[in-house]
C-alpha cells in the first residue's frame, strides 16, 4: 500500500508542474482567486503589492474539466472497521523450556570435563565427570547389600529342597511302615527257627553250629525290626511337621525379597545421583568401587556457559553449565494496557531485527500474562517464532508490530490528508468547490486514520489529486 501511496504522489507531481498554470488559470477564472488590491484599499491602511490575509474556510473552485483533467477522485466519510496495528518494542529470548543450567545433584570434585564452551551437545551426552564420596559410600553399601542377598537366596534354596523333599513325605512313610513289616515277620521267623534249634541242640540232635547260626541270624533280624521301628516313627514325626517346614521356606523367601529391594534402591540412588548404570553394575560383578557420577546434557543444545575447572570441587546449589537451544525463541514485550483487547493468543505479529534490516520475521503471540504491572500500567506478552538458520541471537532488540483486532471508528483514507501550515488538513466537496478543512486525527491503520474532529460522517473528501488542491492553496498565499 505504500507503494501505491508514493506512485500516486509521483503521478501528482508530474501534473504539477505541467498544468499549474493552466490550473491556476482555470481556478481564477472561475473566483477561485480574489482580485487585486486596488489603490483606494491601499490607501485604508496596507501596504502596497499585498493582498490582505483570507478569513475563514477557503474554498477551492474547480470546473468538471479541470476535475477531468488532474484525474481528482473523492471518498466518502463514513463509519468503518480498521485495522490499527500495534507497535512495541522488545528483545529475543530462548523459548520456555530450551535454556537450561546444568549442575551436579551431589558435591564433589571434577575429575574430568568432556566439552567446550560454545559446543553443540546431544541429550544425554556426558559432559563432566565428578568424583564424590557419597557415591563412593553407596557403591560400597550395594556390594554389601548384593553378598548378602546371595547369602539368602543360598539360605532359601536350602529351605526350597527340604520342603520339596517334605511334600514326598506319604512315599517315605510308607516304605517305613512296609520294612517295619518285612523285619517283624522276619523276626518272628528268625526267633521260631532259634527255638527250634536250641531244643535240637538241648536234646543232642543238632549241631552246636546250627545252633549258633539260628541264634546269630535272630539278632538280626531283631535289630533290623528295632531299626524299621525307629525310621518309621522319624518319618510319622517329619510329615506330622511339613507345615512348619513350609513356613521356614516362606521366612527365607522374604528375606531374599528383603534383600533384593534394598540392593535396588542403592541402585536407584545411584542413578539418581548420575552414577551411569554400566559402571554400577561393573562394581558391584568386580567390587571395584570408583566413586565417579556423570554429569549429563538434558536437552540437545549449545553449550552457552561454562563455569567450572578440573579439580574445582562442586556443590548442587553451583550450576556447571548452561545449555541454550535457538531452534525456537520467542520475543518478549510490553503491551499497554489499552491495547489488551487487541491482541489475543495466535495473533501474528511481524517482527524486525536491527541487525537484519532487510528481513522479516513472522511470529505468533503465545503468552499473555494475567497480571498488570501496577507502574507501567502493562501487560507482559511474549511471541514465539522458529529460528532455525541460528540469526536470532538471546537479547537482541526487536521492533514487533502487531496487527491486532480491528476498532470502528470514524475513518478518513490517508490519501485525503494533506499538511499545511503545520497542520492537517483535508479537502471536503462543497456545491461551489472544495473547502479547506482543518482535522485532527487518533489511530492510524494501513489505509484509514481515525477522525477525532474537523469532518462528520457523510463528508465527501479529495483523495487523488488532494496534493494539486493543497499547491493551489499555497498558490493563492
Excluded at 500516486?8 to 480574489?34: D, N, Q, R, T, V
Excluded at 520294612?179 to 518272628?188: H, K, S
Excluded at 495466535?346 to 504491572?373: L, M, W
Amino acid at each position: 500500500m505504500l507503494y501505491a501511496l508514493v506512485e500516486m504522489l509521483y503521478k501528482e507531481s508530474l501534473f504539477l508542474f505541467a498544468i499549474s498554470i493552466p490550473l491556476s488559470f482555470a481556478l481564477s477564472a472561475c473566483g477561485g482567486h480574489e482580485p487585486a488590491e486596488s489603490a483606494a484599499d491601499s490607501s485604508h491602511g496596507g501596504k502596497a503589492g499585498h493582498k490582505a490575509a483570507p478569513t475563514g474556510p477557503r474554498v477551492i473552485a474547480v470546473t468538471p474539466e479541470v476535475a477531468k483533467r488532474i484525474d481528482l477522485k473523492t471518498e466518502v466519510i463514513t463509519q468503518r472497521d480498521v485495522v490499527v496495528p500495534l507497535h512495541l518494542t522488545g528483545r529475543i529470548e530462548p523459548d520456555y523450556g530450551r535454556e537450561v543450567d546444568v549442575s551436579a545433584r551431589i558435591s564433589g570434585r571434577v575429575s574430568n570435563i568432556l566439552v567446550r564452551p560454545g559446543e553443540m551437545v546431544k541429550q544425554g551426552q556426558i559432559l563432566a565427570l565428578i568424583d564424590s564420596p557419597q557415591v563412593s559410600d553407596l557403591q560400597g553399601e550395594a556390594v554389601e547389600a548384593k553378598s548378602k542377598l546371595a547369602i539368602a537366596e543360598a539360605h532359601a534354596e536350602r529351605e526350597r529342597q527340604i520342603y520339596e523333599e517334605q511334600i514326598h513325605r506319604p512315599k517315605a512313610l510308607l516304605e517305613a511302615q512296609a520294612t517295619l513289616q518285612t523285619t517283624q515277620v522276619q523276626a518272628e521267623l528268625s526267633e521260631q527257627e532259634l527255638k527250634r534249634q536250641e531244643d535240637l541242640y538241648r536234646e543232642k540232635i543238632a549241631a552246636t553250629k546250627d545252633y549258633l547260626s539260628a541264634k546269630a541270624n535272630y539278632s538280626k533280624a531283631k535289630v533290623a525290626y528295632e531299626q524299621a521301628k525307629t525310621a518309621l516313627a522319624r518319618e510319622e514325626q517329619l510329615y506330622k511337621n511339613r507345615g512348619l517346614m513350609k513356613r521356614d521356606y516362606q521366612l527365607t523367601l522374604a528375606e531374599v525379597a528383603r534383600d533384593k529391594q534394598h540392593l535396588n534402591t542403592i541402585i536407584k540412588r545411584l542413578d539418581f545421583l548420575g552414577a551411569d548404570k554400566k559402571m554400577t553394575q561393573r562394581v558391584l560383578s568386580t567390587g571395584n568401587i570408583t566413586g565417579l557420577v556423570q554429569i549429563t546434557a538434558p536437552i540437545t543444545a549449545a553449550l552457552s556457559r561454562y563455569d567450572c575447572a578440573v579439580g574445582e570441587v562442586v556443590q548442587p546449589e553451583k550450576s556447571m553449565f548452561k545449555l541454550t537451544d535457538l531452534k525456537f525463541v520467542q520475543v518478549s514485550a510490553d503491551l499497554p494496557e489499552v491495547d489488551l483487547p487487541r491482541v489475543k493468543l495466535g495473533d501474528k505479529v511481524i517482527i524486525k531485527i536491527a541487525s537484519y534490516p532487510d528481513s522479516n520475521f513472522t511470529g505468533v503471540i503465545s503468552y499473555i500474562s494475567v497480571n498488570v504491572h501496577q507502574d507501567t500500567r502493562t501487560v507482559p506478552i511474549r511471541a514465539r517464532l522458529a529460528n532455525f538458520d541460528g540469526k536470532l541471537k538471546t537479547n537482541m532488540y526487536a521492533e514487533i508490530d502487531l496487527e491486532g483486532a480491528s476498532r470502528k471508528f470514524l475513518a478518513c483514507p490517508k490519501s485525503a490528508i494533506q499538511e499545511h501550515d503545520g497542520n492537517k488538513i483535508t479537502f471536503v466537496k462543497k456545491p461551489d468547490g472544495f473547502q479547506e478543512r482543518l482535522v485532527k486525527f487518533g489511530k492510524e491503520g494501513e489505509l484509514y486514520c481515525e477522525v477525532l474532529s474537523g469532518l462528520s460522517d457523510g463528508d465527501v473528501v479529495a483523495t487523488q489529486g488532494s496534493l494539486m488542491l493543497k499547491t493551489e492553496l499555497n498558490y493563492q498565499h
